[in-house]
């Protein structure tokens, strides 16, 4: 007998294109942005959120990891690891352990690293 899945058993969120959200939001599981957001976004666990290609963020983000294709501005404080790819268009200030950058992203931002 095939096993089936409910979505309360699934611990994630998509903000899917063509939406437009604002306010705050406290999140738990894999967060994927493919819309247009304005607020503040917290991640309350160690999940990974990504701003796709398609997405908008402008606001404070608080996270582990974050992975970003999309546009970010705003402040983005993870407790892991910012990694921001060709397509990423970023401005604002960055507070992270590690960051990367890859050719092509567009980046005007303060950053500063951090050790525990």
Do not use: R
Request: with cysteine; hydrophobic share 30%; aromatic share 10%.
């Amino acid at each position: 007998m095939t096993d089936y899945f409910t979505l309360k058993e699934e611990c994630h969120s998509i903000f899917g294109q063509g939406s437009k959200l604002k306010g705050d939001f406290f999140l738990t599981g894999p967060t994927h942005i493919s819309s247009l957001v304005e607020g503040n976004l917290t991640i309350e666990d160690d999940s990974d959120i990504c701003i796709e290609s398609v997405g908008q963020f402008t606001g404070t983000i608080k996270c582990h990891n974050i992975k970003i294709y999309g546009k970010f501005q705003g402040t983005i404080k993870a407790s892991g690891k910012i990694t921001a790819f060709p397509t990423a268009t970023l401005s604002g200030t960055l507070l992270a352990k590690d960051f990367t950058f890859h050719p092509g992203s567009q980046i005007n931002v303060e950053g500063t690293t951090y050790q525990e």
